[in-house]
């Protein structure tokens, strides 16, 4: 069982920049595909960004594109989500969610992730 672990949540003015951390709650061996989904009260959660074991590739939803980054740093076992040029329709819960062992066909869908962190609350002021 791996529990995922976000950090980085607060509040900010718009235009402004967050920078999330994801890490598991203890040291893990295994690298895994990561995910960032994010949900707020009266809406379903929908895909922000992900990005594959290695590093190699990245996926964005269009609505973050040119405004988020998704990276890892494996050696620290830690997935971030760099936030720029905050809206208030970005105010949402963040979820971090990791693959297991099995091949991911897509990487927007939520059931393709085996393991999810507990949210960090992301709010935008206007």
């Known amino acids: 069982q791996v529990l995922l672990v976000e950090s980085g949540g607060g509040v900010v003015q718009a235009g402004g920049s967050l920078r999330l951390s994801c890490a598991p709650a203890e040291r893990t061996g295994t690298n895994y595909a990561m995910g960032w989904f994010r949900q707020t009260p009266g809406k379903e959660r929908e895909f922000v960004t992900a990005i594959t074991w290695s590093g190699d590739k990245t996926y964005y939803a269009d609505f973050v594109k040119g405004r988020f980054t998704i990276s890892r740093d494996n050696a620290k076992n830690t997935v971030y989500l760099q936030m720029n040029s905050l809206k208030p329709e970005d105010t949402a819960v963040y979820y971090c969610?990791?693959?297991?062992?099995?091949?991911?066909?897509?990487?927007?869908?939520?059931?393709?992730?085996?393991?999810w962190g507990q949210g960090t609350q992301v709010t935008v002021s206007s």
């Open positions: 969610a990791a693959g297991g062992l099995h091949y991911i066909r897509n990487y927007e869908a939520d059931y393709e992730y085996d393991y």
